[in-house]
């Protein structure tokens, strides 16, 4: 994962409802969109926001049928990630 993605992951996971909809959608194969705007205290609009930032950071994937988006973890991603923290930080504690 190059520092990019990582960064971009970082930054998807730190917002705490972020995290709540990407646990979401790890709970189940496939979350629609209709599910997640019925499941917290936020607008569609809020909902879609924190959707296409996980999604730009590759932690989701999309799949539209008609006018619904259903949404499902790209665990690849979620693992690579936190392989990538996982070196970082055993190289932090060599290091320091």
Do not use: N, W
Request: charged share 30%; aromatic share 6%.
């Amino acid at each position: 994962m190059d520092q990019e993605q990582f960064a971009r992951v970082a930054k998807a996971l730190a917002d705490p409802r972020r995290f709540e909809i990407l646990e979401m959608i790890a709970g189940d194969s496939e979350v629609a969109c209709k599910r997640m705007v019925e499941a917290f205290p936020v607008s569609q609009a809020t909902i879609s926001h924190h959707l296409k930032e996980l999604a730009t950071a590759g932690l989701i994937e999309a799949r539209r049928e008609g006018q619904h988006g259903h949404y499902r973890l790209r665990a690849g991603v979620l693992e690579a990630y936190r392989a990538e923290l996982e070196r970082r930080l055993k190289l932090t504690v060599a290091v320091g």
